[in-house]
């Protein structure tokens, strides 16, 4: 028989979990706070506990999939935690993360984060390439990592609680970045005589080639060398971007969207053209730390 579990939170992605779990035949017990989702997953072979504490109570696994950190404190506030393996599959900021783990080991717990990387159609459907960022406890990790694994896959980033969702939300953060400059090439041609349809095709295989981005830059990060084998230094890549910015303004575009990464350039030129200008982009990451 397949090892048995309790699952708080029937939201979207709850109970595309959920249904994982059952359809692979592990025993699962699952508390929404609106009891009416409990019943849709119980007609499909959920055990549906009055309460969140009665859930808890059913099973030493449970996973907690809820809104944002709050919620999860709010269903858990003044429930028996002792023995308990958690695992807190909520969004959150790695503070967060940080703070619920030692809340949790406080109760008596050992305590599991994650980040999911997934939608919940993503759920279940492994050629979607959908996982799950897991941090904290190795020993939870390891003892249930056969059923974590069953509606995605799991990858465990380290000890350091915080660090599912650091992971998960720096890897959502270039999504974004990259969103952006999508969103700024399709509001260049927009009412051009150049089809959405048209341009899909060559962004998508522009993007796929500047991805060497992702490893030149992790290399030089590392290396601390910005100017060695640079081919777009930053001195023609700033005068460049004068062209990006008035092409924006003759098609009416704002350029909201780029010029702050075009700021950013500046500055690091600005800062010491003679030592800066041969570099590539990767110096002006330093000036994002505060
Ligand atoms: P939903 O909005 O569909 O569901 C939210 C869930 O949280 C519901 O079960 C809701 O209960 C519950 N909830 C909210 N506030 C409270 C509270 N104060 N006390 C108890 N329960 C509460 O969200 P999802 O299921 O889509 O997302 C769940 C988590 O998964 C989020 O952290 C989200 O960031 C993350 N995630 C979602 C993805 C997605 O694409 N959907 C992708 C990756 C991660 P009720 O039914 O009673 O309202």
Redesign the pocket.
Known sequence: PQSSLTLL??????TALARTWLAAGHPLTVW???PA?AGVLAAEGAVAAPSAAAAVAANRLVVV????D??VG??LDGIDLAGKDLVN???GTPAEARARAVWAEERGARYLDGG?M???TMIGVPETGGYVFHSGSRALFDAHRAVLEVPAGARFVGENPGHAALHDVALLSAMWGMFAGISHAYALTEGEDIAPKDLAPLLSEWLGAMGFFVGNAAERLTSGDFTSGVVSNLAMQVAGSGTMLRTAEEQGVSTELVSPYVDLLRRRLAADPAAHGGEDTTGAILLLKR
């Not at 939170?9 to 709850?14: E, Q, T």
């Not at 999939?65 to 944002?68: A, E, K, M, V």
Request: proline share 4%; aromatic share 0%; net charge neutral.
């Open positions: 939170g029937l939201g979207d992605m709850g929404n706070r609106t989702k999939c809820l809104l944002d709050a919620s709010a269903a599959l909520t969004t999911i997934a939608t919940p």
